[in-house]
Structure formats: structure tokens, C-alpha cells
């Protein structure tokens, strides 16, 4: 079986470490057959992915954040190949979901003897997700984490709790298959392919990553008494039951705001809209867990 690591050498908060190296060792170790090829750009990771199960690879490997195993899991879509992870991000959603060591030993371990299963795929304006994709706070969060210079949770919160202060939510209408959601705000809107945004960020904690639906998890205001009911909630996997948002679930949404809202997938800020459809893609993308 051959492997290729798709090395994003930018990820992580700890660039002193020679990953290239660290691949290297223990993947002779455990007896693959494999390759590494870094990156260089945003968005190599989907080209070098296709690439490589062109190629004929079974395993493609993203070795990064949660950028770069989108980005690589798009690149593997409808191929033959299956993604692999080895989590070098801040976050480290798909990864916390599918149970990947977070260690970089365990985590090339489990890549190198896997199993298979195949998972669902979303995509908003067009744009694929794996983990979780959203309107509104999370996204404009995220746009600024971007530009902060610095990575990791700290700096994550940082700028969350400064942004707090300012946002106001946007008045949205919501579409689902057998459900209409009329004359409500969008402080949050998650749609949940996988439990949690990442650092066990339990935005969906019942999702479902095979079962055809999306969870929507949609917080309409956040006074600050409520937003301490959704830290914790976020936290210790409760937000279902702790009275500070709405849950429903859907295969095709789509979603209407009154006021350009910034949408992001997987952590990664994409654009403002207006206007949004949201699909899921039941079983799309096979892994190697």
C-alpha cells in the first residue's frame, strides 16, 4: 500500500520541528511505502492530492491544520484514494472526530495500518466542507484569526472575546426540507457535519458524520448570560440542553440574510453572502482511520 504525505510545513505553533524528518522516521518504521510533498501555496494541497491518487496511492495524508485537510480531502473526491491525517493544527476538528492521535508518532501509526469507512461531505456556495461550516460570528471570528499573525486556541480566544463586545446578529430566514424558520436573527449558524469545531468545541456533540443529515446548530442572540450557557455548553459537550440555541437537522438548506454575513468551512473564512445553499453529499468521501 502506498502513502503520500501532503506536508503543509506553516501548520502548527511549534515550525522548529523537521516534520519532514519525523514522517520520514516513522513511516520506515512502521514499513510503508511512501512519499512527501510540501506545499507552497494555499490550495496545493488539493492539486498535489489529486496528484498523487492519480498516481496510484491509497492512503493521501494531510499533514496540517484543518486548511489543509480540506483542502485535501477535496482533492480526493471521487478518487480511489482515501484521506489520512496526521493533525499538526490548532484545532484538529476531523481529526478529534475520527479518534486520529493527536501525537504525531500514533497518528503516522494509524495511516500506515488502516481501516477504511466512508463519511459525508457538505458544501455551501459551492465551497466542500468535512467538519463543520457557518454564518455569522464563527466566520468573522475566523477571518480575523487569520490575520492575527500568531496561531493556536489562545490567540483564537483572544480575538473572540474582543470581537464579542461589537457583533450584532442579522436577521436571516431559514429553508429546510419540511421546515421553514422565518423572522429569526443568526448570531451563529453552524451546519454540523462532525461534532465539533475542534479542541473538543462540541458545537454538535450528537452529529452524526454517516447519516446523510447535517446538524444545524443556530444561536439567534448571545446576551452575556447566554453566552456563558454556550462556553460551557461548548465545552462539556451540553449545548443541546443548555437553553442557548436551537437545533434542527437537514440534508438542503438554504438560507436568506438581510445583511451580507461572512461564511466559513472547516475554520476557514471564505466570503460575505447574502444568499446560501447548503447541500450534503451522503458518504462522499472515503478515510483511513
Known sequence: MR????????SGTNRSQNVAALLTEHATAAGAEFGIKPTEYAGHAELLAREAAAAG?????????????NEVARGLLGTGAALGIVPRGSGNGLARHLHVP???????????QPGFQRID??????????CTAGLGFDAHVSR????????????????ALREYRHYRPTAVQLQLENEA????????????????????????????IQDGLLDLCLIDRLPFWRAIRVGVGLGLGTLPTSGGAQFH???????????????????????????????????ALEVAV
Open 3 to 10: 502513502l503520500c504525505f501532503i506536508l503543509n510545513p506553516t
Open 57 to 69: 496511492c491509497r492512503v493521501v495524508v494531510a499533514v496540517g491544520g484543518d486548511g489543509t485537510v
Open 102 to 112: 493527536l501525537d504525531l508518532p500514533g497518528a503516522v501509526r494509524r495511516v500506515c
Open 121 to 130: 461531505a457538505g458544501r455551501i456556495n459551492g465551497h466542500w466542507f468535512f
Open 144 to 159: 480575523l484569526f487569520a490575520q492575527a499573525g500568531t496561531r493556536g486556541l489562545a490567540t483564537y480566544v483572544k480575538v
Open 181 to 208: 424558520i422565518r423572522d429569526t436573527s443568526c448570531y451563529v449558524l453552524a451546519f454540523a457535519n462532525a461534532a465539533q469545531y475542534g479542541n473538543n468545541a462540541y458545537i454538535a456533540p450528537h452529529a452524526n
Open 249 to 283: 437537522r437537514g440534508r438542503r438548506i438554504r438560507v436568506q440574510a438581510a445583511a451580507p454575513l461572512g461564511f466559513h468551512v472547516d475554520g476557514d473564512y471564505v466570503a460575505d453572502a447574502t444568499d446560501f445553499e447548503v447541500l450534503l453529499e451522503p458518504l
